[in-house]
């Protein structure tokens, strides 16, 4: 019996492009490195022009669909006032300590209706840390700071913890996850296995997924610092999360030459995307509280270039079952029967397919043909591909054809198709 995803998993594969905004107590201090031990005092922070509304404009313009920022990281510094810390925003200069990044985001996601993401390191360094031997004190602070983000902001639709540095602490797995649930029973998380987790990183942070991406899996890597993959007690249908950077860094520093390329971008977007992931980019803030404008521009050709391509499909009819697993597009006008129909063929590099998921993932292998312009009774064989999922992108050399069919070749059970576009990808 296949394994089902849950509501929130299918509507999580639905959002498909996200944005994480890592911002906060370095973004004020440039050069600095995770897990470096160099102090950040809180003085230094005090981003005079921040405005979160802008975040979701570039958001917007690149056609994203949810967004995560970066609540508390690896250094403990929390962008909220939190009353388990000393080490927030309610001791910078910053609105006199006033004020509140957390609630300025969460209201600017509202406004554009973004998904609100809320990213939260479990690990952190620095002089304010409590000691990881200090087990249940440090769960305790754990525990209440999430509170705090998951009480005082409504609906909160997804929580990212972060993996690294907590390599070889035992937390109170059961208590938290039980605390995060009963606060937000409609919450999805992104986390270590133990915690009960709803989305899983894709085991890179360059924004790629592979050629064969099964939704169900009974092991994954969780971190950067081990090379480890940790075994689930039972196979679990875990939807993959591609995150990756803007820039060399996660956090804003001076480095604006190494913002990629517009084609390198796209790429990764049908490389997530295209592979039955989610494509999640980081874009970091800067001290004054704006995303860069190089940063802003490039975000924004993204969202244009995939609009551009992807937007509308070719004028195909709608799709249809021909046999049992074999699916096909056609022109309108097309007859089958009749041979040197060139005039309704169209030209096509790239085939996007979609799997009716409420029953789970089935389709393993499958195949995309083209009819032939003129020998009508025709085909040749444009790709063989693994998965498909929530969506495969299937790029190849440009065809001209007035029907595409694609036949499942290998399912676990019954599977079907949901639907079939073609385009020509510039």
């Given at each position: 019996?296949?394994?089902?995803?849950?509501?929130?998993?299918?509507?999580?594969?639905?959002?498909?492009?996200?944005?994480?905004?890592?911002?906060?107590?370095?973004?004020?201090?440039?050069?600095?490195?995770?897990?470096?031990?160099?102090?950040?005092?809180?003085?230094?922070?005090?981003?005079?022009?921040?405005?979160?509304?802008?975040?979701?404009?570039?958001?917007?313009?690149?056609?994203?669909?949810?967004?995560?920022?970066?609540?508390?990281?690896?250094?403990?510094?929390?962008?909220?006032?939190?009353?388990?810390?000393?080490?927030?925003?309610?001791?910078?200069?910053?609105?006199?300590?006033?004020?509140?990044?957390?609630?300025?985001?969460?209201?600017?996601?509202?406004?554009?209706?973004?998904?609100?993401?809320?990213?939260?390191?479990?690990?952190?360094?620095?002089?304010?840390?409590?000691?990881?031997?200090?087990?249940?004190?440090?769960?305790?602070?754990?525990?209440?700071?999430?509170?705090?983000?998951?009480?005082?902001?409504?609906?909160?639709?997804?929580?990212?913890?972060?993996?690294?540095?907590?390599?070889?602490?035992?937390?109170?797995?059961?208590?938290?996850?039980?605390?995060i649930f009963r606060l937000q029973p409609d919450i999805?998380?992104?986390?270590?296995?133990?915690?009960?987790?709803?989305?899983?990183?894709?085991?890179?942070?360059?924004?790629?997924?592979?050629?064969?991406?099964?939704?169900?899996?009974?092991?994954?890597?969780?971190?950067?610092?081990?090379?480890?993959?940790?075994?689930?007690?039972?196979?679990?249908?875990?939807?993959?999360?591609?995150?990756?950077?803007?820039?060399?860094?996660?956090?804003?520093?001076?480095?604006?030459?190494?913002?990629?390329?517009?084609?390198?971008?796209?790429?990764?977007?049908?490389?997530?995307?295209?592979?039955?992931?989610?494509?999640?980019?980081?874009?970091?803030?800067?001290?004054?509280?704006?995303?860069?404008?190089?940063?802003?521009?490039?975000?924004?050709?993204?969202?244009?270039?995939?609009?551009?391509?992807?937007?509308?499909?070719?004028?195909?009819?709608?799709?249809?079952?021909?046999?049992?697993?074999?699916?096909?597009?056609?022109?309108?006008?097309?007859?089958?029967?009749?041979?040197?129909?060139?005039?309704?063929?169209?030209?096509?590099?790239?085939?996007?397919?979609?799997?009716?998921?409420?029953?789970?993932?089935?389709?393993?292998?499958?195949?995309?043909?083209?009819?032939?312009?003129?020998?009508?009774?025709?085909?040749?064989?444009?790709?063989?591909?693994?998965?498909?999922?929530?969506?495969?992108?299937?790029?190849?050399?440009?065809?001209?054809?007035?029907?595409?069919?694609?036949?499942?070749?290998?399912?676990?059970?019954?599977?079907?198709?949901?639907?079939?576009?073609?385009?020509?990808?510039?």
């Amino acid at each position: 019996m296949k394994i089902k995803p849950t509501k929130g998993q299918l509507n999580f594969l639905n959002w498909e492009f996200g944005m994480f905004f890592h911002f906060g107590i370095r973004s004020f201090y440039p050069g600095h490195k995770d897990w470096d031990g160099i102090e950040m005092p809180a003085e230094g922070f005090n981003p005079a022009q921040l405005n979160c509304d802008q975040w979701m404009r570039v958001a917007r313009d690149a056609g994203a669909t949810y967004t995560i920022l970066t609540t508390k990281h690896h250094d403990g510094f929390a962008l909220w006032p939190s009353q388990y810390s000393h080490y927030s925003v309610a001791n910078t200069p910053w609105k006199e300590g006033n004020g509140d990044v957390v609630r300025e985001y969460v209201d600017a996601c509202r406004k554009y209706g973004m998904k609100v993401g809320l990213y939260y390191s479990p690990a952190q360094w620095g002089s304010t840390a409590i000691p990881f031997s200090a087990e249940k004190e440090y769960d305790d602070y754990f525990i209440n700071q999430i509170t705090e983000l998951l009480t005082n902001y409504g609906k909160i639709d997804y929580l990212w913890f972060d993996g690294c540095g907590s390599e070889g602490h035992v937390y109170d797995h059961k208590r938290i996850v039980g605390e995060i649930f009963r606060l937000q029973p409609d919450i999805l998380t992104f986390c270590d296995p133990e915690w009960f987790p709803c989305v899983r990183w894709v085991g890179n942070e360059d924004g790629y997924a592979s050629l064969e991406n099964p939704y169900v899996i009974s092991k994954w890597d969780f971190s950067q610092l081990t090379e480890e993959s940790v075994s689930l007690s039972q196979a679990r249908f875990l939807p993959a999360e591609c995150d990756c950077k803007l820039r060399d860094t996660w956090f804003y520093d001076r480095n604006e030459n190494t913002i990629k390329s517009l084609d390198e971008l796209f790429g990764m977007y049908e490389q997530s995307v295209g592979r039955g992931s989610n494509f999640l980019i980081n874009v970091g803030p800067d001290e004054r509280g704006l995303i860069p404008e190089a940063d802003a521009k490039r975000m924004r050709e993204l969202g244009e270039k995939i609009r551009e391509n992807y937007r509308t499909p070719i004028d195909f009819a709608n799709m249809t079952e021909e046999t049992v697993g074999v699916y096909a597009i056609t022109h309108p006008q097309f007859d089958e029967k009749n041979g040197g129909q060139r005039d309704r063929a169209r030209a096509v590099n790239t085939v996007v397919l979609a799997e009716d998921l409420t029953e789970g993932q089935g389709i393993r292998e499958f195949r995309v043909y083209a009819t032939l312009p003129a020998y009508n009774h025709k085909r040749i064989l444009l790709y063989c591909g693994c998965t498909v999922g929530h969506k495969t992108i299937c790029r190849f050399p440009t065809v001209y054809t007035p029907k595409i069919t694609v036949e499942i070749t290998d399912s676990d059970g019954v599977c079907k198709l949901n639907s079939i576009n073609a385009y020509f990808v510039k």
